[in-house]
């Protein structure tokens, strides 16, 4: 074997071990690699690979144990272009990058990471640089569990963290939003365009919610049941599951460049000097919104609605 880059992980710190190896591996080109050598099985390193960089690496065991373990990690020549989606079902701490750039993670989490960086202006590499390095940035990380849920509790947690507080703030503002464009329309002329436009989210938003918690949510509860159960569910009046979640899904990508153009129309949400309390408080509101709305539709897009897929397959339904 031709000589290579080598590291000892018995001679680093336990904290920056596996910051120290990711970074080795970032450095890498296409078709290099390099030998990790440890005093015990690194499982846990690479499940952390599995989850963090899939189908992005190789792994060779050269030496396993029982004193010295020494693995050869590496990058394919080719690599396997994840979604945006894929990228932060995996790990949400990453959404922040994807934010920062302005990419849809949500709606758009279909996109492969190199579709997504061109049409943002980002060479994807760098892209796939600054997603890397995120996984070390203190906090984040809050929407990493959902993946292991279930599906029950994912949309049970849905109704009662997102439904339930888009049915109440909807309401509640939408008369606030409507009364800032009348009193600072004639300065403010974006915000008469925003109030049209929130009201076209609140329009979409509402019957929304109904189809799923009467419609969708019931039906793969059956499902769920049916596979608990080992029986067959019942046929669906809309056909297939897949129906319903392609109109689901829909329905987000409207909504989502509803609020795309919101937040172009406020500056991001950028509040004017001469701007009173109800003013502040609506621009609030809306980036408050955006922030729910994306961890909402990454939720069912990216996580619930593959899990379904799955189970209708398994099911033929």
């Excluded at 010295?68 to 949400?92: L, Y």
């Excluded at 569990?145 to 963290?161: C, G, P, V």
């Excluded at 701007?275 to 996580?303: K, P, T, W």
Aim: proline share 7%.
């Amino acid at each position: 074997m031709e000589s290579i880059q080598s590291i000892d992980a018995r001679q680093i710190a336990p904290r920056e071990k596996h910051p120290t190896i990711f970074q080795m591996f970032d450095n890498l080109a296409a078709g290099e690699h390099f030998i990790l050598v440890n005093d015990h099985e690194p499982r846990p390193l690479y499940h952390q690979f599995k989850n963090e960089h899939p189908g992005q690496f190789t792994w060779e065991y050269l030496e396993q144990g029982p004193e010295i373990w020494r693995v050869a990690i590496g990058k394919p020549e080719s690599v396997v272009d994840p979604t945006v989606g894929e990228i932060i079902a995996a790990d949400f701490r990453k959404a922040a990058v994807f934010k920062r750039h302005g990419i849809d993670f949500c709606c758009g989490g279909n996109k492969s990471l190199s579709q997504a960086g061109k049409e943002a202006g980002i060479d994807p590499e760098v892209l796939r640089s600054e997603l890397n390095s995120a996984q070390w940035e203190p906090g984040g990380g809050t929407l990493d569990r959902f993946q292991t849920w279930s599906i029950s509790l994912l949309i049970h947690y849905i109704i009662e963290n997102h439904h339930n507080w888009l049915k109440t703030k909807l309401p509640e503002m939408t008369p606030l939003v409507q009364k800032i464009s009348k009193v600072h329309g004639a300065n403010h002329p974006e915000t008469v365009k925003i109030a049209a436009i929130f009201q076209s989210v609140v329009d979409d938003l509402v019957p929304h919610l109904q189809k799923e918690e009467i419609v969708l949510f019931p039906y793969i509860e059956k499902m769920v049941a049916a596979e608990k159960s080992g029986e067959e569910p019942p046929r669906p009046v809309f056909g297939s599951v897949e129906n319903p979640i392609r109109g689901m899904e829909a329905d987000h990508q409207v909504v989502g460049e509803l609020m795309d153009s919101i937040r172009e129309l406020s500056g991001n949400y950028t509040v004017p000097e001469d701007a009173c309390a109800s003013y502040r408080m609506v621009y609030g509101f809306l980036s408050e919104l955006a922030d729910d709305l994306h961890q909402h539709i990454h939720l069912e897009n990216n996580i619930l609605h593959p899990k379904v897929r799955a189970l209708a397959q398994k099911l033929g339904v």
